[in-house]
């Protein structure tokens, strides 16, 4: 079955996003960042156009992404070692449509938008941009007439478009458009998102604060939740907002909290659709922070990726949701589900489900009084801890200590909001491969070091590294000291508690009974599963303490390069002294190639000015050439007007003759008339019978000769002033071939009004138009019919042209009566030497159809026959006969024979000399 002929309600989409498969990323030489590839278990590996090009130029927008698997890449690279240089394919690598212009056959595939959304049928989408893009593709692909679906792609860009943000459409509609459209969708192949994925794995680590996808020009986007939680991170997260040091700090968070909570509205009632540039989000907490001095905020700076434990994030996630109910409270639920389903994955995977479990026993909890006092404790450590953190930054004055005491935080007991979150799993593994990293993570507390840079530390940089490991260490100490006061609960919170947990034991005793009785098979298998758990739990803290050992054993090594480092420093000052000196030297050699440069510009500009000079030069000569030939064109015109005068002087003297001739004729017709009056006179003399008959022919033949008389000498008297008139010409051109006549405008100007005449019923147009409408009806090839519309199109512009021109030479002359104003005509319209091969090609068929060969009688141009009281014409080449209307008509256009194509002339415009 063809592609075009399948039903389109029938196919499927193909889709990868269900299957499993392994991104990988480098990073190598001068490439963009981020060069991933997806590969699945099949053996197909795809990736991207962007990996061809590099930041710089990704950053202009005008790079428009598309998905290549294994065969398009090794097409491209194949190419591209072919190719002289690399940038004579990038072109071609810059959108879809221009790669399929070349890789007609190419696999389509489209990317998968996700977005964070309560609907589950609104979650996996498509950008409109791309479907828009692949629709004439897919339409090409099936050999379908893409015309015919042009004002329904309209309607749809129409109705797709949006000025600031991409836009986007769910899967349902996508398959509706493509059915619409009548595109087979297993043409079409789903793929996931790699860029997406890996931020999404990225969140884990705690730095990392949102997850992002790329637009077809490569810009940043988020949807509303991720712009939310974006907002919530870098403006609220690490914020007390029950804690105030002034008055002015207190209006500042309120007026702060009003604001960001307007604007998470805003973001939250976008449509689903929508997705919204990180630039302007960046913007808006730029703008926040910039108005809101007063509020003290995190500072939020990326660190090396590295993977988060369990515990690390039941911390951070404990912490943050504790944010999250001291920001909004009860008042902002909807914002609070978008801000917590977000930060839920952040969580591991394979602890996600767990840790679940543990929050949602944990927000019951906290309700309870002893715990209410461990946090409360906690957070004043913590607040404590923060303070000295910020005094012993360096080149930092010292804060004043706050005065005001620390507000008790409002524990109310509320629903708890993880209830009904899905949290779907990747079916991707990441796989990260770098070719070099910059950094390495040195295994102790909260410490980021480069190697290289240890080496070149001074003496304030080490103490300062001093001061924050010990600030590090005292931070660890305070925990500890946290951790021991959370122990230490009074006894009776204790009893209290464990009074509690007894109840629940009992309970949980009774529920053990019951599902023993009716579901034993199902307790082994979770007692089971218990027990992996608990022998996973105690692997991980193994695989803690060997982590800490490997830190103490690097913390020792950093104290030996720093001891290495004292020693270097002598060596290093000497070398800077010799580095000085040395720099000393390079500023010498620098001064001498300003004094090359500055000669390098003055020999520029002299040779800019001697070009400019040469094309002044050249532009002179080319108008002096042009004048030369401007006249050379004249002189030929004069001289083509003397051949055409001469000719009709000719013409002139044949009718003289005839005239003469005729009134010869005349002459002797009178005679006749003469010998006949006196003939019936000699009659009359004899009849007298018919006197009166006789007297009365004799006066009315008398009348008649002498009318006859007086028209002859009136003839000859106008054929007497013609022939002196023509002498005075003939005289008046003589003269005018040597020496120019002062009334030479009259003759021009006569000239072009017989042009204009003969051009003015546009006879040669409609000759042309029939000429060309014949040869359309006659050949059924489509490139000759193009070719006969073209000839005709080009005949009528060079007709409109020619008649203009004399039109406009006639007004010149009327208004200056100087010559030298005249502009020298073009050749007159014709058809190509092509066409009328075409044509006669043509006609020839058309001729051999009909009768394999035709007579004399008939006319070679208008096919009919030629009667003996019709004008006609031969020609001295091939003695062919046509009509002398016709051939006149068709010697107009071309001067040519129409059946040899040799050259003749028009005998009523160009008569013979003899």
């Known amino acids: ?182 595109i087979n969708k297993g043409l079409i192949t789903i793929v996931p998102d790699p860029v997406y994925e890996m931020s999404l794995q990225d969140m884990l680590q705690f730095e990392r604060q949102i997850a992002m996808r790329f637009s077809s020009d490569g810009k940043c986007l988020l949807d509303s939740s991720h712009a939310i939680f974006y907002i919530f991170q870098s403006l609220v997260s690490g914020v007390n907002w029950q804690k105030h040091e002034c008055q002015a700090e207190e209006k500042c968070k309120r007026e702060l909290k009003e604001v960001v909570i307007r604007a998470m509205k805003q973001y939250l009632n976008n449509p689903e659709e929508a997705l919204i540039p990180i630039d302007d989000t960046k913007e808006t907490i730029k703008w926040l922070r910039k108005t809101h001095t007063a509020v003290r905020f995190p500072d939020n700076h990326s660190s090396e990726l590295q993977d988060v434990d369990i515990a690390t994030a039941a911390l951070q996630i404990s912490t943050g949701l504790a944010q999250i109910d001291q920001f909004f409270g009860k008042e902002y639920v909807d914002l609070t589900n978008v801000v917590t389903r977000l930060m839920m994955t952040k969580v591991p995977v394979e602890a996600r489900n767990k840790y679940l479990s543990i929050l949602k026993t944990l927000q019951e909890y906290t309700s309870e009084q002893p715990h209410r006092k461990m946090l409360m404790k906690a957070q004043e450590r913590a607040e404590k801890l923060r303070q000295r953190k910020e005094q012993a930054k360096p080149n930092k004055a010292k804060k004043s200590s706050s005065t005001n005491t620390v507000e008790s935080h409002s524990w109310e007991q509320h629903e708890p909001l993880l209830d009904g979150q899905e949290y779907p799993e990747s079916k991707l593994k990441i796989t990260k491969k770098e070719a070099h990293r910059p950094y390495q993570i040195c295994q102790r507390p909260f410490s980021l070091v480069d190697n290289d840079t240890v080496q070149k530390l001074d003496n304030t940089e080490v103490d300062q590294v001093l001061e924050t490991e010990a600030l590090e260490i005292s931070s660890i100490e305070e925990f500890q000291k946290i951790e021991e006061d959370v122990i230490a609960v009074p006894k009776k919170e204790v009893e209290e508690s464990m009074e509690k947990i007894g109840g629940l034991d009992k309970l949980d005793k009774e529920l053990a009974e019951l599902a023993e009785e009716k579901r034993s098979n199902r307790t082994e298998k979770m007692l089971r599963k218990v027990i992996r758990e608990h022998e996973k739990l105690i692997k991980t803290l193994d695989d803690i303490k060997e982590i800490i050992e490997q830190r103490e054993e690097e913390n020792s090594k950093l104290k030996g390069l720093l001891d290495e480092k004292t020693k270097n420093e002598a060596k290093l000052g000497n070398k800077l002294k010799s580095i000085e000196i040395q720099v000393e030297r390079l500023k010498n050699f620098e001064r001498a190639p300003d004094k090359m440069k500055k000669e390098k510009k003055e020999i520029t500009s002299r040779l800019k000015d001697l070009k400019e000079e040469n094309r002044g030069l050249k532009s002179s000569l080319d108008e002096v050439e042009n004048e030369r030939k401007l006249r050379d064109l004249e002189m030929n015109e004069m001289r083509l007007e003397l051949r055409r005068m001469k000719n009709q002087l000719r013409d002139k003297e044949i009718v003289i003759e005839r005239f003469e001739l005729e009134a010869e004729n005349s002459k002797s017709r009178i005679s006749e008339k003469d010998t006949e009056i006196s003939r019936l006179n000699n009659e009359l003399s004899n009849s007298t019978e018919t006197n009166e008959s006789l007297a009365f022919q004799l006066s009315r033949m008398e009348e008649e000769t002498r009318k006859r008389k007086m028209e002859e000498k009136e003839k000859n008297e106008s054929i007497q002033s013609q022939i002196s008139t023509m002498h005075n010409l003939l005289h008046q051109l003589s003269i005018s071939a040597d020496v120019e006549d002062p009334h030479q405008f009259r003759f021009t100007l006569q000239r072009l009004r017989n042009i204009k005449d003969r051009f003015q019923n546009k006879d040669q147009l409609k000759l042309a138009k029939t000429m060309t409408d014949k040869l359309i009806t006659m050949s059924n090839r489509s490139e000759i019919r193009e070719l006969a519309l073209y000839e005709y199109q080009q005949y009528e512009a060079n007709f409109q042209n020619y008649t203009q021109l004399v039109d406009l030479n006639i007004e010149k002359m009327k208004e200056t009566r100087d010559c030298s104003l005249y502009s020298p005509l073009p050749k007159p319209p014709a058809f190509s030497d092509r066409f009328m091969n075409e044509y006669w090609l043509e006609c020839d068929k058309k001729k051999k159809e009909l009768e394999m060969d035709i007579s004399d009688s008939e006319c070679l141009i208008c096919f009919f026959e030629m009667n003996s009281d019709q004008k006609t014409l031969k020609c001295d080449h091939c003695n062919k006969i046509t009509h002398l209307k016709c051939a006149s008509k068709w010697l107009q256009i071309h001067r040519s024979c129409p059946h040899c194509r040799r050259e003749q002339l028009d005998p009523e415009e160009f008569p013979a000399l003899s």
């Not at 609104?122 to 042009?150: A, D, G, H, M, Y």
């Open 1 to 182: 079955m063809s592609k075009s002929t399948q039903n389109s309600k029938e196919t499927k989409l193909v889709d990868y996003c269900d299957r499993e498969g392994n991104v990988s990323t480098s990073k190598k030489e001068n490439d963009p960042n981020g060069k991933w590839k997806l590969a699945y278990s099949n053996g197909e590996v795809l990736s991207s156009n962007f990996d061809f090009f590099l930041d710089e130029e990704l950053e202009k927008g005008s790079i428009k992404f598309f998905v290549l698997d294994d065969s398009d890449e090794k097409w491209a690279r194949e190419t591209m070692k072919l190719s002289e240089k690399e940038g004579e394919l990038k072109p071609f690598l810059k959108s879809l449509t221009d790669f399929v212009n070349h890789q007609e056959n190419k696999r389509i595939y489209i990317r998968e938008v996700c977005i964070s959304s309560e609907n589950p049928s609104e979650r996996r989408r498509v950008f409109t941009e791309e479907v828009l893009e692949i629709i004439p593709i897919i339409l090409k692909q099936q050999n379908s007439r893409i015309e015919e679906w042009n004002d329904l792609l309209q309607k749809y860009q129409l109705e797709w478009m949006r000025e600031h943000a991409p836009n986007s459409i769910n899967m349902e509609t996508f398959n509706s458009v493509l059915e619409e459209f009548d």
